[in-house]
């Protein structure tokens, strides 16, 4: 079936949910009026329904390939790119002073949804793009956002990141790509780099890649890293990409999915780059572009999700099968159903928990608060872990509702499933995400984790009085999570690390229900949200008591057994 945008989904959620007044009512983005939003989403809505939706199972037939050295995309792909560049769609929260729009990260996170749910194979094109006009924003010499940044807000230009190696994957540290100073100002770059997504293209002027590798003095380890920007093309004065640099495609994997997104092995030989940061300084500007990234895949797997469930929902109003009742058809089934009551209500508790995040984002920005910088940090890594798990275990139950036609590639529902699947690996594991959670985003003693409990239970106090069958639940999870909070803080980092993923799972599942409290209450306590709100609460949110428990057990026994066990 064709995509919808969930637009009054987003415009609800703004308005009545995650405060994103509060955002609009700061100078910063005092620009990001009601009738602003409603134009944004109206139109980045009506682009991803009519021109980059008719891109998805053209990409998944006819994948990227390379030819003499050339990649060539699917077919369309190139028009929905230009439409993407020329409605402004990738430099929306950049900054004006390089043509950007300057709008909250909030305006660009519904518009990424709405992308991904279109087509995740070239969204994620635009999304490497706007990781990297934020690092340099943040981290390049004026010289380099002179040139850089004005081609990459118009999508003349696009940008990708340069990470992993054969050798070194999550472990950056240990890579091997080098670069020596040419006295110039340049750097000469070489190594091999792989997994880079859309490492090349037919589309655009230029492929910008940022590139992590060691000067000659370098120490081991992360902290000698340096960041490089290595253009496809090097630019002259005036930025007009001149000769082609010394790097090149050396193949393009075979992936299980995201075919229409050309994910290449990269050869530099002496690129030509130039520093961006500090020397040494390169995981620092890299992790800009990375948390950008986070927020970004968290948003591609909600957009899977949406996109996932619509097929489903239409299948099964037209599916007749058995005797329900009603007109025959299976959604009359109770385990049907069951079945996509959970999928709408997992895709709007993930959907709640980014632009959650991205208030918190806007808020950090427009105001410099530390509390709003806490906040952020502490939704990222929960952002992208549940909004990738959302994505997959929605994909996976929409090829459940098929039935067999789901097995079947022509019905387009097994796509969504294999596209989404890599979002849980990309821009840190999903089990990194957790141990992020809780090590790094609670060296704060879990300050932040605490503020945000005590709002959880404030808003559950609030509703008692009109749903307390569902206020009472959420306050209960809100209070389990406080005290499972205290007691990881006091854990050895082993024991924290062990029960990681169940903690993240945990607090993501009560964050989901607050966000469905407060979407049933601000709805009166009646009507469709009030029901998805009792499929949540009642039926999902139950589930952080056995993910508490698990987290708590830590690291005991899962070192009792020798490698050779796990062979037997």
């Not at 009742?325 to 009551?341: F, K, P, Q, S, Y």
């Not at 990738?388 to 097995?407: L, P, W």
């Not at 499933?417 to 879990?446: P, W």
């Amino acid at each position: 079936m064709p995509y919808r945008a969930p637009v009054s989904d987003f415009r609800f959620l703004f308005d009545r949910v995650v405060g994103f007044a509060d955002v609009s009512a700061t100078e910063r983005f005092a620009e990001a009026s009601p009738d602003m939003v409603e134009a944004i989403l109206g139109e980045a809505g009506r682009m991803s329904e009519e021109v980059l939706s008719p891109l998805q199972r053209p990409g998944d037939l006819e994948p990227a390939r390379l030819e003499n050295g050339v990649v060539r995309t699917s077919p369309g792909f190139g028009e929905g790119y230009k439409a993407i560049a020329e409605g402004g769609w990738i430099g929306i929260s950049a900054s004006a002073d390089f043509g950007g729009m300057a709008l909250p990260m909030t305006m660009t996170t519904a518009v990424n949804e709405m992308m991904s749910g279109a087509c995740l194979s070239l969204q994620l094109n635009p999304l490497m793009t706007q990781g990297q006009i934020e690092a340099l924003e943040h981290h390049a010499s004026q010289a380099i956002k002179d040139i850089y940044l004005p081609k990459l807000i118009t999508g003349e230009w696009c940008g990708t990141m340069n990470l992993t190696e054969p050798q070194a994957g999550s472990d950056v540290g240990a890579l091997r790509s080098k670069a020596k100073d040419n006295g110039d100002g340049t750097f000469a770059v070489t190594g091999q780099k792989i997994y880079i997504s859309w490492g090349d293209n037919d589309f655009t002027e230029n492929v910008c890649h940022l590139v992590l590798a060691r000067l000659p003095d370098g120490v081991p380890g992360t902290k000698g890293i340096s960041l490089f920007m290595v253009p496809k093309r090097i630019p002259d004065e005036n930025g007009v990409p001149g000769k082609a640099n010394s790097l090149k495609v050396v193949s393009l994997e075979h992936k299980m999915g995201l075919h229409g997104s050309p994910t290449a092995v990269m050869q530099f030989d002496g690129a030509t780059g130039w520093l961006v940061g500090e020397p040494h300084g390169g995981m620092a500007a890299m992790f800009t572009m990375m948390n950008n990234a986070r927020l970004g895949v968290g948003v591609q797997g909600i957009g899977v999700a949406e996109a996932a469930t619509q097929h489903a929902v239409a299948y099964a109003l037209e599916r007749k099968q058995g005797r329900a009742g009603g007109g025959g058809t299976i959604i009359e089934h109770a385990d049907v159903r069951r079945m996509l009551a959970t999928m709408k209500a997992e895709t709007f508790a993930a959907r709640a928990i980014a632009l959650s995040n991205a208030v918190a984002i806007d808020m950090s920005t427009a105001t410099g608060d530390e509390a709003w910088k806490a906040r952020a940090a502490l939704l990222t890594p929960i952002t992208k872990a549940y909004g990738t798990e959302v994505g997959m275990r929605v994909a996976e139950m929409g090829v459940q509702v098929h039935g067999g036609m789901g097995f079947i590639e022509e019905t387009g529902a097994a796509q969504f499933s294999r596209d989404v699947r890599v979002t849980a690996i990309y821009e840190g594991t999903n089990g990194i995400q957790s141990m992020d959670l809780v090590a790094r985003k609670m060296m704060d003693g879990g300050e932040a984790a605490f503020r945000l409990l005590e709002e959880i239970e404030a808003g559950a106090e609030e509703a008692r009085g009109k749903m307390p069958k569902l206020a009472e639940p959420v306050w209960q999870a809100a209070e389990a999570l406080r005290e499972a909070t205290e007691a990881l803080v006091g854990q050895e980092m082993q024991d924290r690390f062990a029960g990681s993923v169940p903690y993240l799972n945990a607090f993501a599942r009560v964050l989901g229900a607050h966000f469905h409290l407060r979407a049933a209450f601000q709805s009166g306590g009646e009507g469709p949200r009030m029901a998805l709100a009792d499929v949540y609460i009642r039926r999902l949110l139950p589930d952080y008591a056995a993910q508490l428990a698990h987290a708590s057990v830590g690291a005991e026994g899962l070192y009792a057994m020798t490698n050779d066990d796990f062979l037997a």
